[in-house]
């Protein structure tokens, strides 16, 4: 397609769960979540056949055509839209139940304007940052290791050869990153939304996407990827259940899901708190090749506690009063840093040469830099998790953190700054996560990395951000243009 016409360009937010992994299904509990800079891309521009196409240009099937019909409602109360694909055999549900819904939801608020844009129809771009999907086979063609200098020399949002359904992605939230994008794409361009910094733009996006995605996953799951995809990092609480769980259908009332998306909604309890990673920290991610099956663990985790509830609840309490240190600690880190940053830069001297496990003995040789006492804790708080979670590995039978991917965080943590190595979200094999301080911190763990024989572990290029969903212009995304052919 080529076209002079500016289109709506909306991106949102990968992520990763370092703390609160199966806990933060339980309202009772926090996560820590980091945004991190993969991001997934949706381009809209105006149709000119009255349909609306969807592209997935990295998939080798991948474009949807629908036909969009409208029946009115009555009064103010806008259309049901129904989307009537062209090749019935081929669904792309997660697609359907954004658009589908974001258009019934829309058309209340901007009616006529709205069945004039319907009536051109739509072209919808969507592509995700190569570390949504493993590179393992596009780097092995190239006969180019698996390094960071690989993975960069590869273009952007390059294809991967390969149905939607058989890609193998790296468990960095892509599901959720691409129905945010969507959802929020469609709203800016019907001109709902025009205002990144608005926060009831912002609740209303969320709450549509949650819906939209637990429909599409035919679960409520806990939305915490759907949270990083519209904030970025935070502290994050779930919200209730029950606030979706009766509206899980295709034949949900649009008057119903329109009152309760409303931002002014009280039923939505999520709490999101402002959390980032503190100065100097930097987080580094790696794909590792050996997969789990993330559903069967949960699904199992959560029968283990049902069947065990005292023992599994002091469990729990525990590793919550824990994860709760690590966030107070990072926070106050981020205060010292802003009330004393000579001090502040002077403890990342003097720990980031060292193993985190010395610290104790330089924060005894430092009493005056409690940022030293600091870092040495969250260290030693990370590591007494990491103890729970084998302890629960242990009692459910489930590879939360399996012992070859004990024996890789413990050699990371060898490596001088590091100070917290883990397994993200549900555990397994999929990746590992570290976090550490120093000039030479990521060269070194990419390193071990490469070196490791036991498993294939396979670096991937995201870092933290902390800006959620964005408006953006396409011109400054590099390859964006060129990987849409527009």
């Known amino acids: 397609m080529t076209t002079s016409e500016q289109p709506t360009v909306v991106s ?27 991001r997934f891309y949706t381009v809209i521009f105006s149709g000119k056949n009255g349909k609306f196409s ?10 949807w055509d629908y036909q969009v019909n409208l029946k009115s409602l009555g009064g103010e109360e806008g259309f ?40 051109k129809g739509l072209e919808i771009y969507i592509v995700g940052d190569n570390d949504f999907y493993s590179q393992r086979e596009q780097l ?11 993975l960069k020399s590869l273009e952007p949002f390059c294809k991967v050869h390969c149905t939607l359904k058989k890609v193998n992605k790296t468990g960095l939230g892509s599901s959720a990153a691409l129905i945010t994008s969507l959802v929020s794409a469609l709203f800016v361009h019907f001109g709902v939304v025009s205002n990144q910094t608005n926060d009831n733009d912002r609740k209303l996006i969320h709450n549509v996407a ?38 899980m259908n295709q034949n949900v009332d649009i008057s119903i899901l329109n009152n309760l998306i409303d931002p002014a909604s009280s039923k939505w309890d999520n709490q999101v708190t402002k959390f980032s ?69 002077n403890a990342i001297k003097i720990c980031e040469s060292v193993k985190a496990s010395e ?35 242990e009692l459910s039978q489930v590879p939360i953190e399996p012992p070859k991917q004990t024996k890789l965080l413990d050699a990371c943590n060898e490596i001088p700054g590091t100070i917290m190595a883990g397994i993200p979200g549900a555990g397994g094999y999929d990746a590992i996560f570290c976090i550490g301080i120093g000039n030479s911190f990521s060269s070194q763990i990419e390193k071990l990395w490469n070196s490791w024989e036991e498993m294939s572990v396979g670096p991937l290029l995201s870092r933290e951000s902390s800006k959620g969903y964005m408006i953006e212009q396409i011109n400054n995304i590099p390859g964006l243009s060129k990987s849409l052919n527009v």
């Open 80 to 119: 049901s839209c129904e989307l009537e694909s062209t090749n019935p055999e081929r669904r792309n549900s997660f697609v359907e139940i954004a658009i589908n819904y974001s258009l019934s939801i829309i058309s209340r608020r901007k009616d006529e304007q709205f069945k004039e844009i319907v009536a």
């Open 210 to 247: 949650q819906f939209c995605h637990c429909l599409a996953q035919g679960k409520v799951g806990s939305g915490f990827d759907v949270s990083a995809a519209i904030w970025g990092s935070h502290i994050y609480k779930r919200f209730s259940p029950n606030i979706l769980e009766n509206v």
């Open 277 to 345: 990673l503190p100065h100097g920290f930097k987080l580094v991610l790696a794909d590792v090749d050996a997969g789990s099956n993330t559903p069967s663990m949960v699904g199992k985790v959560l029968k283990w506690h049902k069947d065990n509830i005292d023992r599994a609840n002091t469990l729990w309490d525990t590793l919550a009063s824990h994860n709760t240190i690590i966030s107070n600690n990072l926070r106050r880190l981020n205060k010292n840093h802003e009330q004393d940053k000579e001090l502040y830069i």
């Open 54 to 63: 969807v592209y997935s240009p990295q998939f080798d099937d991948g474009q």
């Open 140 to 150: 092995r063609k190239k006969n180019l290791p698996l390094t960071s200098s690989s």
């Open 359 to 393: 610290w104790a003995l330089l924060t005894e040789q430092n009493p005056n830099n409690n940022n030293v006492a600091l870092f040495s804790a969250t260290f030693t708080t990370f590591q007494r998790i990491r103890e729970l979670l084998r302890e629960m590995t």
């Open 12 to 38: 949102a937010s990968g992520k990763v769960l370092v703390a609160g992994g199966y806990l933060v299904l339980d309202r009772k509990y926090d996560g820590i979540v980091i945004g991190i800079s993969a």
